[in-house]
């Protein structure tokens, strides 16, 4: 008996520190005073915990306010070097690996270009690459690996947590890819996986768009098509984690072959490749006979990093002036819209945020036909009380959202290392 009552007294100051930490990270700086009416905390737990926490190094003094009457009120922050945090996200066609202080500042950034699909094809190479990732950040950064508090790792795909940490692709490649332990074999720092749009998603309701919601999407488009749901402030991931796979709900019976196996996938009506492919035949149809076509042929991008988004930004730079461009986001914002409907009508969210590379392009081209044409499929009700915007944290922030993995254990523990 007398352990279990040790082990429920360890757990309590366990948890206070994690409530504490959690509103200085998020709120901070404030007061002690502060800190207690945000938590409910007693001034002497208050006190208490931000000693240790002060002792530990993990909170600093930030200056002071005036009060009432008595004497000025010291104000407490985490402190942002206090820890490191890095982020690596593993795109369809790119490694990017990013380093941190504890406050999400970038320190260093390293990036090496993909062949789609890689992860899935040959894993070996793509963890090479994500473990010189990690020792050049660490390196140009000069910061100490023992500072370093966890790497998370944003992936496309399903992402089945267990034992053992299996990545399955969203194409039709190799399954089951051991990541976690692939990576084991060059690097002894903690390790978080999850997919990408996850991850994003995580950011985007802490620091951007998704602030203040407590039910929201976050979808990504980029090559792939994907989504993080978020229900009562935590990501929805159903029985085996592999919730989320928007992009392969089907909008088209018998339509469009996916990359994944299967037809009439979303992806292949609103992913880049996908949107690529429609312009070429577009154009091909407008030069009938003429041998060629000036736009990008079907199949023709390769999908291989920076030629793809070049691709996509024309069609969308050339929307303004050129029939067959604005024709096809059009179009593309319809089926878009028609996806955005269904996730309105499952989930009732109380925002949708549109994200990725070709969803901002996208966005800041047609978001008033987009949510005109969810407003055509979804239930009225519910869409009236759904916003739909943009994401906040830009193009490319998987990697970000990939630190906060690490983040999000580092805090829920109250700064356990």
């Known amino acids: 008996m007398g352990q279990i009552n040790r082990r429920t007294v360890r757990d309590l100051r366990r948890g206070n520190r994690s409530t504490l930490l959690r509103q200085l990270y998020f709120q901070g700086p404030v007061s002690r005073q502060e800190l207690g009416t945000l938590t409910g905390l007693s001034s002497g737990s208050v006190s208490n915990v931000v000693g240790e926490l002060l002792a530990d190094a993990l909170v600093e003094e930030a200056g002071s306010v005036e009060s009432d009457g008595g004497r000025p009120r010291t104000l407490l922050r985490v402190a942002p070097g206090s820890g490191h945090l890095i982020g690596v996200d593993v795109g369809e066609t790119h490694v990017r690996v990013e380093l941190f202080d504890l406050m999400l500042t970038e320190l260093a950034r390293w990036e090496h270009p993909l062949t789609p699909g890689g992860l899935e094809r040959d894993p070996e190479p793509v963890v090479g690459h994500i473990l010189t990732g990690l020792e050049t950040v660490v390196a140009k950064s000069g910061t100490e690996p023992e500072t370093v508090i966890g ?60 602030r203040g919601a407590d039910n929201a999407v976050i979808a990504l488009i980029g090559s792939g098509v994907g989504a993080s749901i978020v229900t009562a402030g935590a990501p929805y991931r159903g029985a085996t984690s592999s919730a989320g796979e928007w992009g392969h709900t089907v909008v088209q019976v018998g339509g469009r072959a996916c990359r994944c196996g299967a037809v009439g996938c979303l992806e292949a009506y609103v992913g880049a490749q996908a949107v690529l492919d429609r312009y070429g035949r577009a154009a091909r149809g407008d030069r009938a006979g003429a041998g060629g076509a000036d736009g990008v042929e079907e199949g023709g991008a390769d999908g291989a990093g920076e030629d793809q988004q070049a691709a996509f930004a024309a069609i969308v730079g050339a929307a303004g002036t050129e029939a067959r461009a604005r024709e096809v986001l059009e179009e593309t914002a319809a089926y878009l819209g028609a996806g955005i409907a269904d996730l309105i009508n499952l989930f009732n969210p109380e925002r949708i945020i549109l994200g990725g590379w070709a969803g901002l392009l996208l966005g800041g081209r047609v978001l008033p036909r987009i949510r005109a044409a969810t407003a055509s499929y979804a239930l009225h009700r519910p869409y009236a009380q759904t916003e739909i915007g943009l994401a906040e944290l830009g193009p490319d922030a998987v990697a970000l959202g990939a630190a906060t993995l690490p983040l999000a254990h580092f805090l829920a523990t109250g700064g356990a290392r």
């Open 151 to 210: 790497v998370g790792v944003g992936v496309p795909g399903v992402v089945e947590q267990g034992e053992e940490v299996l990545v399955h692709g969203p194409t039709a490649g190799r399954d089951a890819v051991p990541l976690e332990r692939l990576l084991r074999t060059g690097t002894d720092l903690p390790l978080f996986i999850d997919n990408g749009a996850t991850a994003q998603g995580q950011a985007e309701m802490w620091f951007g768009a998704g």
